[in-house]
């Protein structure tokens, strides 16, 4: 593909079909030399473990070259990895957490133990709740909601990364946003 200093590189999303198309492990090194840090580095920042956020990383790829044939952006390429690495670490930690109580859960005989509840078992209700909330609305909103308030990616930036026009971005998360209330309100 890059065969003289001249030859432009393939974007994304042409890297991504010439890799579903020849199965090269080479391009998917590619794909891989370009986002490796990122993705990292998001996994990283779910952990606070150099180890478990390698052996994320490398569960990410791994899943990622096997599904690359199902995966269906909607605009760019970056932006979908993005999604699919935050679903993965949110999925890892979830079921590490569901490990940690599992493990630690005792019978409750006394009632008075119900009532020491600390503020921070009241907000992760609140986390669930919105974690819960953010499954149930579309894969696109979930993403520029999570770029945006959990990323703080500026909206010039979303402008760039969505290949949208500022207005459109701006609709966009509003709509998300209410979508995403809806859905909160709507738990029990």
């Known amino acids: 593909m890059k065969t003289n200093s001249s030859v432009q590189p393939l974007t994304d999303e042409l890297l991504v079909e010439e890799i579903i198309k020849t199965k090269d492990t080479s391009l998917f090194g590619d794909l ?3 986002y490796s840090k990122i993705v990292y580095n998001k996994c990283y920042s779910f952990t606070n473990n150099v180890d478990e956020a390698k052996d994320l990383a490398q569960d990410i790829f791994l899943k990622l070259y096997i599904n690359l044939g199902k995966c269906k952006y909607v605009s760019k390429f970056s932006a979908w990895l993005y999604v699919f690495t935050y679903n993965h670490c949110v999925n890892y930690i979830t079921r590490e957490q569901s490990k940690k109580i599992e493990n630690k859960s005792v019978p409750i005989e006394d009632e008075r133990l119900l009532i020491d509840h600390d503020d921070n ?20 909103e979930k993403m520029i909601l999570l770029l945006k308030y959990q990323d703080d990616i500026k909206i010039k930036e979303l402008v760039t990364i969505m290949e949208l026009s500022e207005s459109a971005v701006k609709m966009r998360l509003k709509r998300a946003k209410g979508k995403l209330i809806k859905k909160y309100n709507e738990i029990q």
Request: glycine letters at 0%.
């Open 32 to 34: 891989y030399d370009r």
């Open 121 to 140: 078992s009241l907000f992760q209700l609140k986390v669930d709740k919105l974690k819960e909330a953010l499954e149930l609305i579309e894969p696109d």
